[in-house]
């Protein structure tokens, strides 16, 4: 609201007789309330990913989830119906919308070849056929089908899979089915350290 | 939006009578802080930052955990850590958020001399509103609690709110819910007061703290903000709470018996800003001001 | 953990030690602060450092790093000296009354070692470790050429007065654990540990059996040279205490990560398949023999009745082998047994890096694993990087590992052009953008859903993955190769193959009926293609499928259990049963059979989880029973169903432990004196340990004379957050922690760059000169402890603006494994400090 000159001699004028005649309020609200910011967001419940407590988390996101609307994470908050941790979240899980729009998340495949001294982008089709034909190669260089004594092993010493505890059981039993299939033994997960 | 809990009671720099005052039931609500759970986690911090999404800043490592050494105007909510040794040798590692108390007689309303800047609603919580404010500074002299901060850019005070948006909707203050381990909690004064005189009286009789107690001072009326202390007779320990605040003598002064002059002035200062107003229009603001909600324009 | 998160409200007592739960576990030790405040429990913390859960305890204890073992006996033996034990618990529910072969030896006989140590070797032969049989020696003599077994049926003496009772050897080995020794160990003070120990027993004060003790530990105990065994005293208190099986007691392990239990459930470990199964070796010549030696069998009392539940292994195993496999394993091919890697070596964690280091692995797929960073001696494996071949990383943010090319450490040393190593880097989903369940400590399984897209190009971690897998099978297929078999045969029918729903993945690891089934005893039948009920139904016919038996009951045709979201908790002991699914079969604390007495009542009736019901023949209660539900109390089954005896083991016996049957205390691989029990024999002997150039170890005499531990920090999570400008702000950059008085000695200050050493590498930051952390008197002799916390490395926001010195803290610390977790020593080793 742009009030002119004029607005402003009338309002002085008025509101300053009635309010020295009648000792009436001039402005109706004082305070300023603030709105609501996840009043009409939406809610999605999810688990925090940092430790092993397990935190229920709602992660609010504008938008009803309409076809039209890419949701974006406006705010996150404990879930106050989890039996562990009823709302609360630690200063990890409190600032987990940070991690959500980090401007730092790697965004596109990227190779760093040999000798070299920068990443290079690379397609995902690209990356995914290299890493393929590489985890072939070095299988088929150096399977072993049996050991020094002749007993079948079936054995590939020479890949190895580090994993870490932040992803969800079905794809660490992916990885055990995948990786057990190829023979790999050198299996370990952040689960050892 | 409910603003039933919303209802203004005190306004600060104001002449006649408030809308909310005296208008109908209401009960004051309260956060209690058990420093005797406190784990000094900051949870409660950067919730406070999440929900009201203030802009980060830097920090410094300072030989301490402590985020920074006091609250900004744009940090509202503070943990403070003191290791404190005991006569036997033993250690203390005291915790306290630190945050506006929402004192019921507030010094920085008090001092504000500003028509709307700082307002206090009935059920207890003193909230700033930045549109109104001139930014003179006179409520962080009013604060006996060192609350109050200046954003040095755009020349506007601010502090805790209580969250006064999610409590209008009946949600509890951010940092309340965000409390691991449950060392803050929140609701009506009375209700709050009776779990801390509770727990103090756990503490001194399961727990081997003789003179756990309750802080809610009296000098500011009580607070909207009452702490368990293990030693109610030290609060000074804890990152220098002061054991008996009150609103400074001059503000007390200016706002009591001189408040004629303060009258006087504040109509030759009105009378002067209309005559410049009708010879030089008005004054355009040098920054634009994020404001969190478009309002009445001051 | 064998209870759980909110079960914490139940207890009386806490002695929280190896482990900062309040600093690493917020959110979950609020139930420990909920016991405080409604129970006015107590809380005993034992750390290096005055911790922010000290800051809450009720005690605190400040210890030397690794010396938890001499403390823990040392409560042993106050226990039993003090008869502040459980002995209706321990006589009927431990192995206290079996009776040892007369030729086992303690170490205080045997030189600091068990009977049977091998000098050459150093290993055991763990004949002698074995319960004696009824009828007396040799009535169950092995037969020769075979490996030892528990006798069927072991002597036992229900007074406890036999000398060779596990009891009295218990008794006799921990007597040796003093206060005074203790005080010169750990630098505990005596008075200061008498006080700690009347404390934790106190629950045992006059045999009252009401008053439940728990114990919480976390990577404080695993990161030694030691590690299971500082856990396994913990346990033999407990037995000793009658705190397992009941609400607020137990032993609990608070894992770091949201899926760190879901990961090792799953097996993504050398040594395990899916639900703790052993892997075949190639010792096992067929899938029988395997089934042989990894199935138990019952060995107990004779009147006595043992579960023995893992002698249903064979089910376990031939239904997993259906759910890889399909219709390729066959009971004609051994249930393709041959399509199993078979395991001749330890292949863990520290191995994999040594093996890459010497060129043995060419190849590494890292996702969500930052491995330089993680593990100790940082530097061997940015070493052993430069000499892979290749190098796959699936990450969220920038890493040390995938930049380890251009680490401080390659750019100091110049030889980036140098290096080899072709480095992909995958950008992958993050938390909010995927579905799918984790597992969280308490063995909850909790459904998540995916709120947002991915950014930019980002995929699924299970679409890379399995868009990486099915290429491999197209190359064999096209191209054929080295035994192509359990690649093309691995069953991947998910309706997305490129990217498998996450829900059918889950049913796979739930399980199915592959024919019509139908329980004789019930006679209820599911239907071939129908899910399972429970792992119950699991058979070794081939007619059942199941990924994860010990997940069986998570996604049944009642739907994904995971996903139930039913706050309620009837009993109002933290139980939640509607709340998503727990294994085994949604038991919430285990081994609740130990909760009751011998006649099946609960010891304390305030707090019942479950008992007897005499009128229904059953067990019922509150939580699901641990135990054979129609079991009879006179019967006496022992309540610890996993184990061949039904009790639980305080004495370990055969090849269960590689380094004794009662924990012994060593001293951490770098410390500051030798071994006060046994001079000359400092150290774990059976401890693994690498020889390559990066394999240092400083000495006392070397001018390594500060132990130093490290830690996490509750604003910071392990090189996550570093990329999180909230954490920063709250915690921006590394710290060392150091005692006032030794700060003031170095005339270093509170903000001032200190330069950490040890024989393996070096860090620099800013010193935090604190009251938390005193000097200790060990052996007499002033010795100073410090403290880093671990959070940074050479990428993250604070890196990235050169306000740190770019080094990893586990650059210092070095590879020494215990031999039966393989996990690594990082949790204390001797570093040099010098004033930068």
């Known amino acids: 609201m742009q009030a002119t000159r004029r607005d402003f001699l009338k309002f002085t004028t008025i509101g300053g007789a009635a309010a020295a005649i009648f000792g009436f309020d001039l402005q109706p609200a004082y305070a300023q309330l603030r709105v609501l910011k996840i009043a009409r967001a ?122 870490g505890c932040t992803d969800t059981n079905e794809f660490n039993y992916l990885v055990v089915k995948a990786m057990r299939a190829l023979g790999v033994v050198h299996l370990e997960n952040q689960a050892r350290v | 939006m409910s603003q039933a809990t919303l209802r203004v009671q005190k306004i600060s720099g104001h002449a006649g009578s408030v809308p909310g005052d005296d208008a109908q ?22 919730a406070c930052m999440e929900w009201n999404d203030l802009p980060f800043g830097e920090t410094v490592f300072d030989n301490t955990y402590q985020t920074m050494p006091e609250t900004r105007w744009n940090y509202w909510n503070l943990i403070l850590f003191n290791e404190h040794e005991k006569e036997d040798g033993s250690l203390m590692w005291l915790m306290r958020k630190n945050q506006c108390m929402h004192c019921a007689d507030p010094g920085c309303l008090a001092a504000c001399p500003s028509d709307g800047a700082i307002v206090q609603y009935t059920n207890g919580i003193v909230d700033f509103q930045q549109a109104n404010c001139i930014g003179c500074g006179y409520c962080i002299t009013g604060c006996p609690f060192d609350i109050p901060k200046m954003n ?95 609103i400074p003598w001059s503000v007390r002064l200016w706002k009591g018996p001189l408040k004629w002059l303060g009258n006087a002035a504040m109509i030759g200062g009105i009378l002067g800003l209309v005559v410049h107003y009708l010879r030089f229009g008005p004054k355009e603001r040098e920054e634009t001001i994020k404001q969190p909600h478009e309002g009445a324009e001051p | 953990m064998t209870n759980g998160w909110v ?36 809380m005993i913390s034992v750390d290096p450092r005055f911790t922010r859960t000290s800051s809450v305890a009720d005690m605190f204890c400040q210890i030397r790093a690794g010396t938890d073992i001499a403390f823990l006996g040392g409560l042993i033996n106050y226990a039993i000296e003090n008869n502040r034990i459980a002995k209706e618990y321990l006589v009927n529910y431990t192995n206290a009354a079996f009776v040892i072969k007369s030729d086992f030896k303690l170490p205080a006989d045997t030189d600091g070692v068990f009977s049977g140590f091998d000098e050459t070797k150093f290993s055991y032969d763990k004949t002698t470790w074995n319960y004696d049989a009824a009828g007396g020696p040799g009535h169950n003599a092995a037969v020769a050429g075979t490996p030892p077994g528990l006798p069927g049926s072991v002597d036992y003496d229900l007074t406890l007065q036999n000398p060779n009772c596990v009891f009295q050897l218990l008794k006799k080995h921990y007597s040796r654990y003093t206060p005074e020794i ?70 609990n392990a608070l894992r770091g990560h949201s899926n760190i239990q879901g990961a090792t459930d799953m097996a993504g470990l050398f040594d395990t398949l899916p639900g703790y199964l052993k892997v075949p070796t190639p010792g096992d010549a067929s899938f029988d023999a395997w089934m042989k030696r990894a199935t138990p069998t019952a060995s107990k009392p004779a009147p006595w009745d043992s579960w023995n539940y893992y002698g249903n292994t064979s089910k376990f195993t031939v239904s997993l082998m259906k759910a890889f496999y399909g219709d390729a394993a066959t009971k004609q091919n051994d249930w393709a047994f041959d399509y199993l890697p078979k395991v001749d070596r330890d292949y863990s964690w520290t191995n994999l890096w040594n093996d890459m280091y010497n060129g043995t692995v060419k190849g590494m797929l890292a996702f969500g694993m930052n491995g330089v960073a993680i593990g100790p001696d940082s530097n061997k494996n940015i070493d052993a990087l430069k000499k892979a071949e290749w190098l796959v990383v699936g990450e969220i943010y920038q890493d040390e590992t995938s930049e380890f090319w251009k680490s401080p450490r390659v750019i100091a040393q110049g030889d980036m052009k140098q290096i080899q190593t072709t480095v992909y880097r995958l950008p992958c989903a993050g938390f909010a953008e995927k579905d799918g ?82 329980d004789p005893a019930t006679k209820v039948q599911i239907k071939a293609g129908q899910q399972l009920p429970g792992f119950a139904w699991l058979k070794d016919d081939g007619t059942t499928a199941c990924g994860n038996w010990i997940y069986s009951g998570s996604f049944t045709e009642a739907g994904n259990q995971t996903a139930r979201r039913d706050p309620s908790d009837p009993s109002n002991m933290g139980v ?111 401890v693994t340990k690498f020889k390559d150039a990066d394999d240092k170890f400083g000495t006392v005499k070397e001018g390594f004379n500060v132990v130093c531990t490290t830690f996490r920090l509750t604003e910071h999570y392990h090189y996550w957050t570093k990329n999180n400008p909230m ?100 949790k204390g080793f001797l570093v040099k400090v010098e004033k930068v």
């Not at chain 1, 609307?69 to 987990?96: I, W, Y």
């Not at chain 1, 790697?106 to 290079?120: A, F």
């Open chain 2, 152 to 246: 040095p850019k755009t020349n506007r005070v601010f502090k805790c709110t209580l969250c006064s948006d999610r409590v209008s909707e009946g949600l509890e203050p951010a940092c309340i819910k965000s409390c691991p381990t449950g060392c803050l909690h929140f609701g009506s004064k009375e209700d709050m007061k009776d779990l801390a005189e509770k727990r103090a009286m756990q503490l001194r009789t399961d727990y081997n703290f003789p003179q756990a107690g309750v802080y809610d001072p009296a000098g500011v009326g009580g607070t909207g903000v009452v702490y368990v202390l293990h030693d109610a007779t030290k609060p000074e320990l804890y990152g220098g709470l002061p054991s008996n605040p009150s």
């Open chain 3, 576 to 686: 939640h049963p509607g709340w998503g699914w727990s294994w085994p079969a949604n038991r919430r604390v285990l081994y609740n059979r130990a909760s009751c007495d011998v006649e099946g009542k609960p010891w304390d009736p305030s707090r019942k989880q479950i008992w007897w019901n005499e009128g229904s023949g059953k067990w019922v209660g509150n939580d699901v029973p641990d135990f054979k539900v129609d079991s009879k109390p006179k019967d006496h089954m022992g309540p610890f169903i996993m184990n061949p005896e039904g009790v639980g083991r305080i004495f370990a016996p055969l090849a269960a432990f590689a380094d004794g049957p009662f924990p012994e205390f060593y001293e951490p691989i770098e410390s500051p004196i030798d071994n006060l029990f046994h001079a000359g024999r400092t150290h774990n002997p059976v």
């Open chain 3, 437 to 518: 369940s984790f597992t969280n400590s308490a063995r909850w399984l909790l459904w998540k859903n995916a709120a947002v897209p991915t950014p930019g190009d980002c995929r699924l971690d299970q679409a890379i993955v399995a868009q990486i897998f099915l290429k491999v099978r197209d190359l064999y297929k096209k191209e054929g190769g080295k035994f192509p078999d359990p690649i093309l045969n691995l069953t991947w029918a998910y309706t997305t193959p490129q990217s498998p729903a996450l829900s059918e993945v889950l049913k796979e690891l739930n399980g199915k009926a592959l024919a019509d089934l139908e």
């Open chain 1, 42 to 163: 939406s809610e999605t419940r999810s688990t925090c990913p940092y430790c092993a407590v397990g935190c229920g988390t709602i992660i609010y996101t504008i938008g009803d989830k309409a076809k039209n609307v890419t949701p974006q994470v406006v705010h996150v908050e404990g879930d106050p119906d989890h039996p562990t941790n009823r709302g609360t979240l630690c200063p990890k899980g409190a600032s987990l919308e940070q991690d959500i729009l980090n401007d730092r998340r790697l965004l596109k495949p990227q190779v760093r070849r040999p000798g070299g001294t920068q990443w290079e982008d690379i397609s995902w089709d690209d990356a995914l056929n290299e890493i393929a034909a590489r985890i072939k190669k070095t299988r088929d260089d150096s399977f072993i089908e049996k050991d020094a004594k002749g007993v079948t092993v079936n054995r590939l010493e020479s890949i190895s899979w580090i994993g």
């Open chain 3, 182 to 251: 203790i005080e010169r160990i750990t630098g505990i003070p005596k008075e200061q540990f008498l006080k700690a120990a009347e404390l934790y027993t106190s629950i045992r004060k006059d045999g009252d059996m009401k008053k439940a003790g728990t114990i919480i530990y976390a990577v404080g105990w695993t990161h030694h040279s030691f590690g299971t065994q500082i856990i396994r005293t913990a346990a033999m208190l407990q037995l000793l205490l009658g705190n397992v099986g009941r609400a607020g007691g137990g032993v």
């Open chain 2, 25 to 46: 039931r209401e009960y004051t609500v309260c956060k209690l802080i058990d420093t005797t759970t406190c784990i000094g986690c900051k949870a409660c911090e950067v």
């Open chain 3, 727 to 826: 954490n920063v702000q709250l915690v921006p950059e590394p710290f060392i922690e150091m005692a006032a008085e030794m700060a003031d000695e170095l005339g270093i200050r509170g903000g001032e760059h200190v330069k950490i050493s040890s024989a393996r590498g070096d860090y620099i930051a800013k010193a935090m000169v604190t009251k938390r952390i005193k000097s200790m008197m060990i052996d007499g002799k002033k010795t100073y402890q410090i403290g880093i916390p671990f959070h940074w490395g050479y990428r993250g926001i604070a890196e990235d603006e050169g306000k740190t010195a770019r080094t990893l803290v586990n650059a210092l610390s070095h590879t020494a494994v215990d031999p039966n977790a393989h996990t690594p020593e990082f």
């Open chain 3, 7 to 42: 079960d914490m409200k139940n207890t009386d007592m806490m002695l929280i030690m190896g482990g900062n739960p309040a600093e690493n576990h917020p959110c979950g030790f609020k139930w420990a602060i909920e016991a405080k405040r409604t129970r006015s429990a107590k």
